[in-house]
């Protein structure tokens, strides 16, 4: 008798550490996906401003042949 319940504690108590194993492994996975994806929005935030800046240096004027810099300071083209 003490042998069947021992067998079946030990079938439990295995079931549990798998479980608690298998949480703890999705936990990881979930922390690396949220790493990931911070990374990749900064990288595009960084990306956008970027695009941004050059759009905003680079636009000609409708005068056509002189462009704003950064201080909105009319430069002459060469």
């Not at 021992?6 to 194993?21: E, V």
């Not at 900064?42 to 056509?64: I, S």
């Given at each position: 008798m003490?042998?069947?319940?021992?067998d079946?504690l030990?079938?439990i108590y295995i079931?549990?550490?798998?479980?608690?194993?298998?949480?703890?492994?999705?936990?990881i996975?979930n922390?690396?996906?949220?790493?990931?994806?911070?990374?990749?929005?900064?990288?595009?935030?960084?990306?956008?401003k970027?695009?941004?800046?050059?759009k905003?240096?680079?636009e000609?004027t409708?005068?056509?042949?002189?462009?704003?810099?950064?201080?909105g300071e009319?430069k002459?083209?060469?």
């Amino acid at each position: 008798m003490s042998i069947k319940t021992n067998d079946q504690l030990m079938a439990i108590y295995i079931a549990s550490l798998i479980r608690a194993i298998v949480a703890f492994h999705d936990l990881i996975d979930n922390k690396i996906q949220n790493r990931q994806s911070q990374v990749e929005e900064q990288e595009k935030e960084k990306k956008d401003k970027e695009d941004k800046d050059k759009k905003e240096n680079g636009e000609k004027t409708p005068e056509g042949d002189e462009e704003k810099g950064k201080d909105g300071e009319k430069k002459e083209s060469k």
